[in-house]
């Protein structure tokens, strides 16, 4: 069972069929073990305005309830309330009302406290529709399905996208146009001056567009640049305009050229060391958007608005669509900064003859961090989207991540700075326990800004000699091929594993643990 | 009208071996759930509404149609 949902009401029709299972109509007498996470989902029963206050007064005692029983490491969605179908015949009593924002506000502050609980503000979805959408009598009277089943696709559309921000995934780049996309007008054209940014509209569209998306990019999403302009005229403009929001710093690339803009999209994605599927591409062109789409379907390509005004409802789709997530890790607010710090340790690469005299230059320092309830969100994050140097693409949520551990795996983490910045927690591995004195990698990753320096090696020195030390004597590990981890196919041979079997898609290896692994004297690793 | 009918009930029971003999006696999927999705589907399709009365009656292809051809 993968999924248990509280409710007072029918929604069944709401939720894919596979690994769902409903409680009875208001029923917290059982809360079933086998279930990885748990939804709850009352809704505001129909009926006269003073009696549903008194009801729904109730929930908070018997959410607690369930709270208190369900285990801490197991994840609960609570829907806030939204008052479907009462009608208010005193005004002046706003008992219900009343009720109702008291649920909401409790969940809120409770979902603060309780790291596994999180708030799913139900309203998003019922304000698209007037009342009578919303519910539906002859449904209610033959099912008590209140919310109309009518809207069970775009409810499930919606709570699918719901599901990825409660599991902190998004997409990772937003590449952007110029010309008539983040100003109005044409630069070569209208010149610096000449574009219109701020002051009137158009210009004040245009400001408040990139005062959202400096906003965006806040939140941890990286901004890019794919334009076809002089270059040096666009640096004229990030340097010298003054209405501009967004200047050279806020982006973390940019490919202002004349070269066909999938190649450049290409070349930012290896740049970035991300995939073509974590990004989105905005542009007001047409045709540069069907080349796109045509030539890299992966990319995300939304219609871009033809109207300077309808930016701002644009935006608000755009974060409904790819970038919202429930809660931003300190890696995220710090990614821009990163991407950069690495293209200027690229730069200081070019000086040095000896790679291990370059290491050295850097200042490595490692901390190997375990398992702790401050890295569980990051560990679990980082399962879901690191996609290149992964070992295995074992996908995982937090929960799993909790589970695994309570069953006796070692999983670490750890974060990497140098002379150039901290890049906060870059990689983890989970060791599972199979027997006594033998232990298995059940998960092994990096995320790729860190990679090129023989850390990959170093972490798995580090940790093999911590297994040692508690006496495990023999390793077994394993490459599970993807679309997108060939390059590290061969890293258990270069790390002195003995291939043990191999098909087209997965090679197994073990080590015995006989001798102290040593490791390059070329970081400073501290073990916490 | 026979091919709609069918491929609403194939979508709605995840079953592309339904035929015109589907009835809820034979049908093991076809619930008071998947009913409710069924008539949901079919008053979108067809773009009419059906008494409670009416959906109660409507237990087999046959009769879902009849129903169909009476408001169409």
């Given at each position: 069972?993968?999924?248990?949902?509280f409710?007072n009401?029918?929604?069944?029709?709401?939720f894919?069929?596979?690994?769902?299972?409903f409680?009875?109509?208001d029923d917290?007498?059982?809360?079933?073990k086998?279930?990885?996470?748990?939804i709850?989902?009352?809704q505001v029963?129909p009926?006269?305005s003073?009696v549903?206050?008194?009801?729904?007064d109730?929930?908070?005692?018997?959410f607690?309830?369930?709270?208190s029983?369900v285990?801490?490491?197991?994840q609960?969605?609570?829907?806030t309330?939204?008052p479907?179908?009462n009608?208010n015949?005193v005004s002046?009593n706003t008992?219900?009302?009343l009720?109702?924002?008291?649920?909401?506000?409790?969940?809120a502050e409770i979902?603060?406290?309780?790291?596994?609980?999180?708030?799913?503000d139900?309203?998003?979805?019922?304000?698209h529709?007037?009342?009578?959408?919303?519910?539906?009598?002859?449904f209610y009277?033959i099912s008590?399905t209140?919310?109309?089943?009518?809207?069970?696709?775009d409810?499930?559309?919606?709570?699918?996208?719901?599901?990825?921000?409660?599991?902190?995934k998004?997409?990772k780049c937003?590449?952007?146009?110029?010309d008539n996309?983040?100003w109005?007008?044409?630069?070569?054209?209208?010149?610096v001056?000449?574009?219109k940014i701020?002051g009137?509209?158009?210009?004040k569209a245009f400001?408040?567009?990139?005062q959202?998306?400096?906003n965006?990019k806040?939140?941890?999403?990286?901004?890019?640049v794919?334009s076809?302009n002089n270059e040096q005229d666009?640096?004229?403009?990030?340097?010298k305009?003054?209405?501009?929001?967004?200047r050279k710093?806020?982006?973390?690339?940019w490919?202002?050229?004349?070269?066909?803009?999938?190649?450049n999209i290409?070349?930012?994605?290896?740049?970035?060391n991300?995939g073509l599927?974590?990004m989105?591409?905005?542009?007001?062109n047409p045709?540069?958007r069907?080349?796109i789409?045509q030539?890299?379907?992966m990319?995300?390509?939304?219609?871009f608005p033809?109207?300077?005004?309808?930016?701002?409802?644009?935006?608000?789709?755009?974060v409904?669509?790819?970038?919202?997530?429930?809660?931003v890790?300190?890696?995220?607010?710090?990614k821009?900064?990163q991407?950069?710090?690495?293209?200027?340790r690229?730069?200081?690469?070019?000086?040095?003859?000896?790679?291990?005299d370059?290491l050295?230059?850097l200042?490595?320092k490692?901390?190997v961090?375990?398992?702790?309830?401050?890295n569980?969100p990051?560990?679990a994050?980082?399962t879901q989207k690191?996609?290149q140097?992964?070992?295995?693409?074992?996908?995982?949520t937090?929960?799993?991540i909790?589970?695994?551990?309570?069953?006796?795996a070692?999983?670490?983490?750890?974060?990497?700075s140098d002379?150039?910045g901290?890049?906060g927690?870059?990689?983890?591995?989970i060791?599972?326990?199979?027997?006594?004195?033998?232990m298995i990698?059940?998960?092994?990753?990096?995320s790729c800004?860190?990679l090129?320096?023989?850390?990959?090696f170093?972490f798995?020195?580090?940790?093999?000699?911590?297994?040692?030390?508690k006496?495990?004597?023999?390793?077994e590990?394993s490459?599970?091929?993807?679309?997108?981890?060939?390059?590290v196919?061969?890293f258990?041979?270069?790390a002195?594993?003995?291939l043990?079997d191999?098909t087209?898609?997965e090679?197994?290896?073990y080590?015995?643990?006989?001798?102290?692994r040593?490791?390059?004297?070329?970081?400073?690793?501290t073990?916490? | 009208?026979?091919?709609r009918?069918?491929?609403?009930m194939?979508?709605?029971?995840?079953?592309e071996t339904?035929?015109f003999?589907?009835?809820?006696g034979?049908?093991?999927k076809?619930?008071?759930?998947h009913?409710?999705n069924?008539i949901?589907?079919?008053?979108?399709?067809?773009?009419?509404e059906?008494e409670?009365?009416?959906?109660?009656?409507m237990t087999?292809f046959t009769?879902v149609k009849e129903?169909?051809l009476s408001?169409c």
């Amino acid at each position: 069972m993968k999924c248990f949902v509280f409710r007072n009401q029918t929604v069944e029709p709401f939720f894919n069929e596979k690994g769902v299972v409903f409680s009875c109509y208001d029923d917290i007498s059982v809360i079933p073990k086998q279930a990885d996470v748990f939804i709850w989902f009352y809704q505001v029963p129909p009926g006269e305005s003073a009696v549903v206050a008194k009801e729904v007064d109730t929930y908070i005692e018997k959410f607690k309830m369930v709270l208190s029983r369900v285990e801490q490491d197991k994840q609960i969605a609570v829907f806030t309330l939204y008052p479907l179908a009462n009608t208010n015949i005193v005004s002046g009593n706003t008992s219900l009302l009343l009720a109702i924002e008291n649920f909401n506000r409790w969940v809120a502050e409770i979902s603060k406290e309780h790291k596994n609980v999180r708030i799913v503000d139900f309203s998003e979805f019922t304000r698209h529709y007037p009342k009578e959408e919303l519910v539906n009598w002859k449904f209610y009277f033959i099912s008590q399905t209140l919310l109309s089943p009518k809207l069970a696709k775009d409810f499930k559309h919606w709570w699918q996208r719901k599901e990825c921000e409660l599991a902190l995934k998004r997409k990772k780049c937003l590449v952007l146009d110029l010309d008539n996309t983040l100003w109005g007008g044409v630069l070569g054209e209208e010149g610096v001056e000449g574009i219109k940014i701020g002051g009137d509209y158009p210009g004040k569209a245009f400001a408040y567009w990139q005062q959202a998306l400096m906003n965006l990019k806040n939140t941890g999403v990286m901004l890019a640049v794919c334009s076809k302009n002089n270059e040096q005229d666009v640096f004229e403009v990030w340097g010298k305009n003054p209405y501009l929001i967004l200047r050279k710093d806020d982006f973390v690339a940019w490919r202002i050229n004349w070269q066909d803009k999938a190649r450049n999209i290409q070349e930012l994605a290896a740049e970035l060391n991300i995939g073509l599927d974590s990004m989105v591409f905005l542009d007001d062109n047409p045709t540069e958007r069907e080349l796109i789409k045509q030539l890299l379907p992966m990319v995300e390509v939304p219609e871009f608005p033809a109207k300077p005004y309808q930016l701002m409802d644009f935006f608000h789709r755009l974060v409904e669509d790819y970038f919202r997530v429930y809660s931003v890790t300190n890696e995220d607010l710090k990614k821009t900064e990163q991407y950069k710090a690495n293209a200027q340790r690229a730069a200081e690469l070019t000086k040095f003859s000896d790679f291990d005299d370059y290491l050295r230059s850097l200042d490595i320092k490692i901390d190997v961090l375990p398992l702790d309830l401050f890295n569980l969100p990051r560990v679990a994050q980082m399962t879901q989207k690191t996609n290149q140097f992964n070992l295995t693409t074992h996908r995982y949520t937090e929960n799993d991540i909790q589970q695994m551990a309570n069953d006796g795996a070692l999983i670490y983490a750890i974060s990497v700075s140098d002379k150039f910045g901290d890049n906060g927690i870059t990689g983890e591995i989970i060791l599972r326990p199979k027997d006594k004195e033998s232990m298995i990698i059940d998960t092994l990753l990096l995320s790729c800004r860190i990679l090129g320096k023989g850390i990959e090696f170093a972490f798995l020195d580090v940790i093999l000699n911590l297994v040692a030390a508690k006496g495990i004597k023999l390793i077994e590990a394993s490459y599970v091929k993807t679309a997108k981890n060939v390059h590290v196919a061969d890293f258990f041979d270069c790390a002195g594993f003995v291939l043990s079997d191999a098909t087209d898609n997965e090679k197994k290896y073990y080590l015995e643990l006989t001798q102290q692994r040593t490791v390059k004297d070329c970081y400073s690793i501290t073990i916490k | 009208m026979n091919e709609r009918i069918l491929r609403i009930m194939h979508e709605v029971f995840e079953d592309e071996t339904i035929d015109f003999s589907c009835s809820q006696g034979n049908c093991e999927k076809w619930d008071s759930l998947h009913h409710l999705n069924l008539i949901s589907e079919l008053e979108d399709e067809f773009d009419v509404e059906f008494e409670p009365e009416e959906i109660a009656e409507m237990t087999t292809f046959t009769k879902v149609k009849e129903m169909l051809l009476s408001k169409c």
